[in-house]
């Protein structure tokens, strides 16, 4: 298992819903005796941010303000290979007999097995082992796409286990067959810092997002139901600040 790999996840634990609200509630309890108004204000504070993070209409909002433009065909067919970011594995799938994909990582295959036929491009999948057990992101993903969608493979990139990973592994890849220009496929939410990533390393990045969430609101989306698109929003925005101040 990579400690980078856990250390990051510890600390976002505690960075994203529930977490960060009740972290205030717990210092507002600790302050309750010697500071109460303090204590009222914290534990406030926490209650208010657990119940806005669960509301869909805070989640798809925050995940809509990190989505862009749908690809522009015109650019696509000006690139030299397909790279499709990882989404995270089902471990042990039962039906499947073993590791494969998850229900992160399958839409952006299937855009890609699109792309692919669209363009005629060859593909570079790209995941590792982040809790060092098990099938690859990368090689779980050929399987798919070769065994499933009919869609050939020429690149398996297997030993990252982020994003930066993926980027800085890849390129290696790519730079061997003298690909220098590449359309970019992952979650609409994920792009911004998939494509800086892979910028950084030199490459000519075309955004080929997938899965948007613009849709009407509904009475529902002011419940609470869960953190579920929060979280993923607030980390990638975590993401991009730690990225660019790395760099």
């Known amino acids: 298992m990579s400690i980078e790999w856990l250390l990051t996840n510890l600390v976002?634990?505690?960075?994203?819903?529930?977490l960060n609200g009740l972290v205030f509630v717990a210092f507002g309890w600790l302050a309750l005796r010697r500071r109460p108004r303090l204590?009222?204000?914290?534990v406030g504070t926490g209650f208010v941010l657990l119940w806005a993070q669960a509301l869909p209409v805070v989640g798809n909002a925050l995940l809509r303000g990190?989505?862009?433009?749908?690809?522009?065909?015109?650019?696509?067919?000006?690139?030299?290979?397909?790279?499709?970011?990882?989404?995270?594995?089902?471990?042990?799938?039962?039906?499947?007999?073993?590791?494969?994909?998850?229900?992160?990582?399958?839409?952006?295959?299937?855009?890609?097995?699109?792309?692919?036929?669209?363009?005629?491009l060859p593909l570079l999948v790209t995941g590792g082992t982040p809790d060092g057990a098990g099938l690859s992101e990368g090689e779980a993903m050929r399987r798919v796409l070769v065994d499933e969608l009919g869609?050939?493979?020429?690149?398996?990139?297997?030993?990252?286990?982020?994003?930066?990973?993926?980027?800085?592994?890849?390129?290696?890849?790519?730079?061997?067959?003298?690909?220098?220009r590449i359309l970019l496929v992952t979650h609409a939410w994920h792009m911004p810092r998939a494509q800086h990533a892979f910028a950084a390393t030199g490459l000519t990045v075309v955004p080929a997002p997938t899965l948007f969430h613009e849709r009407p609101l509904t009475p529902l989306d002011f419940l609470p139901q869960g953190y579920g698109n929060t979280r993923l929003a607030l980390h990638e925005w975590i993401g991009i600040l730690w990225y660019r101040l790395r760099s």
């Open 151 to 180: 869609v050939p493979v020429r690149w398996v990139e297997d030993a990252s286990i982020n994003t930066r990973e993926n980027a800085r592994f890849s390129v290696e890849l790519l730079q061997r067959d003298g690909a220098t």
């Open 39 to 42: 204590a009222r204000l914290l």
């Open 66 to 120: 990190l989505e862009g433009e749908t690809l522009d065909m015109t650019q696509a067919r000006q690139a030299q290979a397909i790279v499709v970011l990882g989404g995270g594995r089902y471990r042990a799938a039962p039906e499947y007999g073993g590791d494969t994909v998850s229900d992160g990582t399958l839409p952006r295959l299937r855009y890609a097995a699109k792309l692919h036929r669209e363009t005629g």
């Open 12 to 18: 976002a634990g505690f960075l994203l819903p529930p």
